[in-house]
Protein backbone atom coordinates (compact mmCIF):
# COMPACT_ATOMS: atom_id res chain seq x y z
CA UNK A 1 0.00 0.00 0.00
CA UNK A 2 1.56 3.12 -0.82
CA UNK A 3 2.15 5.68 1.60
CA UNK A 4 0.77 9.55 2.22
CA UNK A 5 4.00 10.90 2.58
CA UNK A 6 7.26 11.72 1.31
CA UNK A 7 10.22 13.53 1.82
CA UNK A 8 12.42 16.72 -0.44
CA UNK A 9 15.35 18.71 -0.41
CA UNK A 10 15.77 21.76 -2.06
CA UNK A 11 19.36 21.61 -3.37
CA UNK A 12 22.48 23.53 -2.47
CA UNK A 13 22.48 25.02 -6.26
CA UNK A 14 18.71 25.98 -6.39
CA UNK A 15 18.61 27.89 -2.41
CA UNK A 16 21.73 30.02 -4.30
CA UNK A 17 19.83 30.66 -7.36
CA UNK A 18 16.94 32.43 -5.42
CA UNK A 19 14.18 29.40 -6.43
CA UNK A 20 13.51 28.56 -2.74
CA UNK A 21 10.48 30.26 -2.89
CA UNK A 22 9.39 29.34 -6.40
CA UNK A 23 10.14 25.54 -5.53
CA UNK A 24 7.75 25.98 -1.99
CA UNK A 25 5.37 27.90 -4.35
CA UNK A 26 5.20 24.80 -6.86
CA UNK A 27 4.92 22.07 -4.21
CA UNK A 28 1.93 23.77 -2.76
CA UNK A 29 0.35 24.29 -6.24
CA UNK A 30 0.83 20.61 -6.75
CA UNK A 31 -1.63 19.53 -4.29
CA UNK A 32 1.37 18.54 -1.77
CA UNK A 33 0.45 19.91 2.16
CA UNK A 34 3.87 20.58 4.28
CA UNK A 35 4.01 18.50 7.41
CA UNK A 36 7.43 19.72 8.24
CA UNK A 37 9.88 22.04 6.75
CA UNK A 38 13.28 23.21 7.81
CA UNK A 39 15.98 25.47 6.90
CA UNK A 40 19.44 24.01 7.44
CA UNK A 41 22.90 23.26 6.14
CA UNK A 42 24.24 19.94 6.29
CA UNK A 43 27.35 19.25 7.95
CA UNK A 44 30.10 16.73 5.97
CA UNK A 45 29.15 13.49 8.19
CA UNK A 46 25.60 14.66 8.34
CA UNK A 47 25.66 14.28 4.39
CA UNK A 48 27.89 11.35 4.29
CA UNK A 49 25.01 9.39 6.85
CA UNK A 50 22.63 10.82 4.28
CA UNK A 51 23.59 9.52 1.25
CA UNK A 52 25.67 6.09 3.00
CA UNK A 53 23.21 4.30 0.87
CA UNK A 54 25.73 5.55 -2.28
CA UNK A 55 29.26 5.09 -0.42
CA UNK A 56 30.65 2.75 -2.93
CA UNK A 57 29.79 4.94 -5.69
CA UNK A 58 32.49 7.01 -7.74
CA UNK A 59 29.97 10.05 -7.06
CA UNK A 60 29.92 10.07 -3.81
CA UNK A 61 32.54 12.17 -2.53
CA UNK A 62 30.97 14.95 -5.08
CA UNK A 63 27.70 14.65 -3.84
CA UNK A 64 28.61 14.93 -0.12
CA UNK A 65 30.93 18.32 -1.10
CA UNK A 66 28.18 19.45 -3.12
CA UNK A 67 25.18 19.05 -0.67
CA UNK A 68 27.43 20.32 2.17
CA UNK A 69 28.24 23.58 -0.06
CA UNK A 70 25.54 25.58 1.05
CA UNK A 71 22.02 25.60 2.89
CA UNK A 72 19.29 22.98 1.95
CA UNK A 73 15.13 23.29 2.51
CA UNK A 74 14.13 19.67 4.25
CA UNK A 75 10.50 19.45 4.09
CA UNK A 76 8.24 16.21 4.60
CA UNK A 77 5.22 16.29 2.24
CA UNK A 78 2.30 14.85 2.09
CA UNK A 79 -0.60 14.01 -0.23
CA UNK A 80 -1.73 10.11 -1.98
CA UNK A 81 0.53 8.15 -2.81
CA UNK A 82 3.32 10.87 -2.25
CA UNK A 83 6.31 9.43 -2.95
CA UNK A 84 5.46 7.85 -6.90
CA UNK A 85 3.68 11.56 -7.25
CA UNK A 86 5.86 13.10 -6.12
CA UNK A 87 8.50 11.13 -8.36
CA UNK A 88 6.87 12.27 -11.21
CA UNK A 89 5.99 15.89 -10.38
CA UNK A 90 9.96 16.16 -9.57
CA UNK A 91 10.75 15.05 -12.94
CA UNK A 92 14.06 13.30 -14.54
CA UNK A 93 16.83 13.38 -12.50
CA UNK A 94 18.62 14.80 -15.84
CA UNK A 95 17.00 18.25 -16.36
CA UNK A 96 17.67 17.95 -20.03
CA UNK A 97 14.99 14.48 -20.18
CA UNK A 98 12.91 15.97 -17.49
CA UNK A 99 8.95 16.68 -19.05
CA UNK A 100 8.26 20.28 -19.54
CA UNK A 101 6.55 22.13 -15.92
CA UNK A 102 8.17 19.67 -13.62
CA UNK A 103 10.82 20.96 -10.54
CA UNK A 104 13.93 19.87 -12.33
CA UNK A 105 12.67 20.98 -15.77
CA UNK A 106 12.05 24.60 -14.48
CA UNK A 107 14.89 24.77 -11.78
CA UNK A 108 17.84 22.58 -12.45
CA UNK A 109 20.56 23.43 -13.93
CA UNK A 110 22.65 20.13 -14.59
CA UNK A 111 21.97 16.33 -13.82
CA UNK A 112 24.63 16.74 -10.52
CA UNK A 113 22.49 20.00 -9.48
CA UNK A 114 18.81 18.79 -9.77
CA UNK A 115 17.68 21.10 -7.74
CA UNK A 116 15.56 18.67 -5.67
CA UNK A 117 16.01 15.29 -3.70
CA UNK A 118 12.82 13.22 -3.55
CA UNK A 119 12.47 9.95 -1.85
CA UNK A 120 12.44 6.82 -4.01
CA UNK A 121 10.25 4.22 -1.78
CA UNK A 122 7.87 4.69 1.01
CA UNK A 123 10.25 2.82 3.18
CA UNK A 124 13.22 5.74 2.88
CA UNK A 125 10.15 8.28 3.41
CA UNK A 126 10.35 7.58 6.44
CA UNK A 127 14.19 7.20 7.39
CA UNK A 128 14.86 10.42 5.32
CA UNK A 129 12.16 12.36 7.13
CA UNK A 130 13.33 11.27 10.37
CA UNK A 131 16.93 12.03 9.42
CA UNK A 132 15.86 15.79 9.96
CA UNK A 133 12.84 15.96 11.40
CA UNK A 134 11.69 14.97 15.56
CA UNK A 135 8.15 13.96 16.08
CA UNK A 136 7.83 17.93 17.37
CA UNK A 137 8.30 19.37 14.17
CA UNK A 138 5.97 17.79 12.36
CA UNK A 139 2.28 19.17 11.78
Do not use: C, W
Amino acid sequence: MAGNTTFTMIKPQAVADGNMGNIIAKIIDGGYTIKALKFTRLTKEQAMKFYAVHKDRPFYSHLVEFMTSGPIIAAILEKENAVEEYRKYIGSTDPANAEPGTIRALFATSMEKNAVHGSDSDENAIIEGNFFFSEFERF
